[in-house]
């Protein structure tokens, strides 16, 4: 069974840190593009970042750029999202997304489209 399960969700307060993990089953992540999106209350879901295996490239929201960092671990066909100086407005229900499919370029990596297997959200607050 193809699946992705995220962790790593909470309660933060401002200016803190956390960690999202998502674990892939039934697929590899060696050849394939992962990403993480969001998305608040109201709002459309929102590409966050992205890690390609097409030549290692990392993308990144602009409103997330030098707070987060994507990186994976291949070995235990996971992938990860270390937040730091987290905000307000990040507050959203975290996804992890990946294609199966082998992308010929990650220059689509910010559409939902490109991305046929999601895992079913964990929930980041950030509060005082």
């Given at each position: 069974?193809?699946?992705?399960?995220?962790?790593?969700?909470?309660?933060?307060?401002?200016?803190?840190?956390l960690?999202?993990?998502?674990a892939?089953?039934?697929?590899?992540?060696?050849?394939?593009?992962?990403?993480?999106?969001?998305?608040?209350?109201?709002?459309?879901?929102?590409?966050v970042?992205?890690?390609?295996?097409?030549?290692?490239?990392?993308?990144?929201?602009?409103?997330?750029?030098?707070?987060?960092?994507?990186?994976?671990?291949?070995?235990?066909?996971?992938?990860?999202?270390?937040?730091?100086?987290?905000?307000?407005?990040?507050?959203?229900?975290?996804?992890?997304?990946?294609?199966?499919?082998?992308?010929?370029?990650?220059?689509?990596?910010?559409?939902?489209?490109?991305?046929?297997?999601?895992?079913?959200?964990?929930?980041?607050?950030?509060?005082?």
């Amino acid at each position: 069974q193809v699946q992705l399960v995220e962790s790593g969700g909470g309660l933060v307060q401002p200016g803190g840190s956390l960690t999202l993990s998502c674990a892939a089953s039934g697929f590899s992540l060696d050849f394939n593009g992962i990403a993480w999106f969001r998305q608040a209350p109201g709002k459309e879901r929102e590409a966050v970042s992205c890690s390609t295996s097409i030549d290692g490239t990392t993308y990144y929201a602009d409103s997330v750029k030098g707070r987060f960092t994507i990186s994976r671990d291949n070995a235990k066909n996971s992938v990860y999202l270390r937040m730091n100086s987290l905000k307000p407005e990040d507050t959203a229900v975290y996804y992890c997304a990946a294609s199966t499919i082998l992308w010929q370029s990650g220059s689509l990596w910010y559409s939902v489209h490109e991305y046929d297997v999601w895992g079913q959200g964990t929930q980041v607050t950030v509060s005082s």
